[in-house]
C-alpha cells in the first residue's frame, strides 16, 4: 500500500515521492477472541501472529494484555529497583472488571491473581509490589472482561522511571535494535513466560561486524507462568551498538529491556521489545537543540538477506533551509545492525523534526531511537524507545494512560503524517468523561509538520488517562519527566484508538 507523499519533501534539487508505509509494529499486538480467556493449557500453534496494539472497544468480550515487568525494591537491573505500577483505563461509561495475575522471577512461587474494578471514566492503578513482593521481577497479565479498557505499565528505579504500553499479545520472537554495554552499563532481558507449559528460547547478539550466539543461551527453559532474568554477563561487553535477538522455538513470550545507563548514557529505561520486524518506522519526537547532546538511530535487519534503508527526514522547512537534503541510504547487512546520530545530516535545521525509516525488502527491519538530553551541567539523561508502524498510519486518536504528573512544558510531540495544515485537540479522562483541556481545544497543526504541546496547572489534565485526537493523520509520542524531582524525561509512544 503507498501512502501520498508529504509536502516538504521535495527539494528544488530534487523531487522525491516518499513512500509511507509503515507495518505493524512489534512493540505489541492484538489477538482477542469473542468469549474467550487466557488459557488453562499452552496453544500456541494456534495462536495468530502479533499484531498491532490499539485501544480495544467495548463489543469485544474479553482482552487481555501483558506487562512485561517491573524492578522490585532494592533488585532488578543494578539492584536499584522501585517497584512500578500497572494502570488499567477505563474511558466508558461503565464499571469494568479485571483480573490480574503477577508472575515473578522466584523459583517455585507461585502467580498470585487479585480483581481490580475500575469505575467508569477513571484508571487504577496497582502497585505490583503489594500483590506480588519476591523476585528481582514481578510481571502482570490483566484479563478485561468485556474489552473496553487498556493497560500500561510504569517501572520505578532509583536512576529514574520508564513507561511503556503492554503488549495484548504474545510472539515466538522479539528484537532490540539499541542495546548498550559500555562504562559499565547493566542491562537485563526480562522473558515473561505466561503459559503453563515451559518455553524454549535461543538469544543472539549482532553489532555492526558480527554475530554471537553463546552456548549458555541455546535452548534455554522459561518455566511456564514464570519470567527469566538474562542479565549483561552473558552479553557482549564495551558494545555502543548491540542488538539482541530472541526468539521461542517452542512457546510464545513476551521480551522486554531493562538498562542502566552509565558513562555518556545515563539514567533508566523498561521498554518492550519489537516481536517482528518491520519495513517501515516513524518517530515523531526528534530536535536539534543545545539540549539535544545526541538523537541516535539504531537499525537491525534480523533477515537472511542485505536490505537498503531509506531515512527521511520531516517535519522542516526546505524552502528556509535550502542547503539541507533530508534523506539518505543505508545497506544494513542481514544480521548486522548499524547506528548513527542526525548530526550526520549535514545542515540540519534547528528545531523539532520527525523521521521515517522504509526498505523495500519483505523481511523487514527493527529500528530504536535513543535521545541523550544534557540535564543541570554536565550530567546527561538517556531515553530509548521505538516508533510507530503502518497500521497506526490511519489513526487520528491516541491514548495513554501516563501522561504528566506536574505542569510540564512539551509534553507531547504530535507529527502531522498528511500534506494538509489541521488541528490536534487533548482531552482529559475525568469523572464526566472525556473533556477538552482548556486552551488545547484546537491546537494549530502545520501541513507535515511535528509540534509539541504542554500541559499548564489548574486545567484537570494531570495525573488522569489523556487522549489526542486530530483532524488530520498523527504519530504521537510523550516526553514525560522522570519521577521523584529527577532531571530528565522518558520518552514512549502513545497507544492508537
Not at 514464570?226 to 517452542?250: C, G, H, Q, T, W
Amino acid at each position: 500500500m503507498k501512502l501520498p507523499s508529504l509536502s516538504g519533501v521535495v527539494t528544488r534539487r530534487r523531487s522525491l515521492l516518499v513512500v509511507l508505509v509503515v507495518v505493524p509494529l512489534a512493540l505489541v499486538g492484538v489477538v482477542v477472541r469473542a468469549g474467550s480467556t487466557a488459557p488453562t493449557s499452552a496453544t500456541f500453534a494456534a495462536l495468530a501472529p502479533p499484531r498491532p496494539p490499539y485501544v480495544p472497544t467495548q463489543a469485544q468480550l474479553s482482552a487481555t494484555w501483558f506487562c512485561a515487568g517491573v524492578p522490585m525494591p532494592d533488585r532488578g537491573v543494578g539492584d536499584r529497583g522501585r517497584g512500578g505500577v500497572v494502570s488499567i483505563v477505563n474511558p466508558t461509561d461503565t464499571p469494568l472488571q479485571a483480573s490480574l495475575t503477577a508472575f515473578t522471577t522466584e523459583q517455585g512461587v507461585a502467580p498470585i491473581e487479585q480483581q481490580v474494578e475500575v469505575a467508569a471514566f477513571s484508571a487504577s492503578q496497582i502497585d505490583i509490589a503489594t500483590v506480588q513482593s519476591q523476585g528481582s521481577y514481578v510481571a502482570a497479565m490483566v484479563e478485561i472482561i468485556g474489552g473496553g479498557g487498556f493497560v500500561e505499565q510504569r517501572a520505578d528505579h532509583a536512576d529514574g522511571s520508564s513507561v511503556s504500553p503492554c503488549s495484548n499479545t504474545t510472539s515466538d520472537s522479539w528484537f532490540l535494535a539499541d542495546n548498550y554495554t559500555l562504562n559499565d552499563s547493566r542491562e537485563d532481558l526480562v522473558i515473561v513466560n505466561p503459559y503453563p507449559d515451559t518455553a524454549i528460547v535461543n538469544i543472539s547478539f549482532s553489532t555492526d561486524e558480527s554475530t554471537r550466539s553463546p552456548q549458555d543461551l541455546q535452548g534455554m527453559p522459561v518455566e511456564g507462568r514464570s519470567i527469566k532474568v538474562v542479565s549483561e554477563e552473558f552479553m557482549p561487553k564495551d558494545e555502543a551498538i548491540l542488538a539482541a535477538d530472541i526468539r521461542a522455538s517452542r512457546g510464545r513470550i513476551v521480551v522486554a529491556r531493562a538498562q542502566r545507563y552509565q558513562g555518556e548514557r545515563q539514567g533508566f529505561s523498561l521498554a518492550l521489545a519489537s516481536p517482528a520486524a518491520f519495513p517501515e518506522w516513524y518517530f515523531a519526537e526528534g530536535e536539534r537543540s543545545d539540549d539535544v547532546a545526541f538523537e541516535r538511530y539504531s537499525i537491525y535487519n534480523p533477515g537472511e538477506r542485505d536490505v537498503t534503508v531509506d531515512v527521511t527526514v520531516l517535519g522542516v522547512s526546505l524552502d528556509d533551509n535550502p542547503e539541507f537534503v533530508p534523506f539518505r541510504s543505508d545497506l544494513v547487512p542481514a544480521g548486522k545492525v548499524i547506528s548513527y546520530t542526525t548530526k550526520e545530516f549535514e545542515n540540519l535545521p534547528d528545531g523539532r523534526h520527525f523521521l521515517s525509516f522504509s526498505t523495500e525488502s519483505d523481511s523487514g527491519i527493527v529500528v530504536e531511537r535513543g535521545i541523550t538530553r544534557r540535564e543541570g551541567g554536565n550530567s546527561y539523561v538517556t531515553a530509548v524507545s521505538m516508533g510507530a508502524p503502518q497500521p497506526f498510519l490511519g489513526y487520528t486518536r491516541w491514548s495513554m494512560a501516563f501522561c504528566a504528573t506536574v505542569a510540564t512544558e512539551n509534553v507531547l510531540v504530535v507529527a502531522n503524517l498528511d500534506y494538509a495544515d489541521g488541528t490536534v485537540t487533548v482531552k482529559a479522562l475525568g469523572p464526566g468523561g472525556e473533556q477538552p483541556v482548556p486552551g488545547l481545544e484546537s491546537v494549530p497543526l502545520p501541513a507535515s509538520g511535528v509540534i509539541a504541546i504542554s500541559i499548564p496547572a489548574g486545567v484537570g489534565a494531570l495525573g488522569v488517562p489523556i487522549i489526542v485526537e486530530s483532524s488530520q493523520r498523527i504519530v504521537v509520542e510523550r516526553s514525560i519527566p522522570r519521577r521523584d524531582d529527577r532531571l530528565g524525561r522518558t520518552s514512549a509512544l502513545a497507544l492508537p484508538g
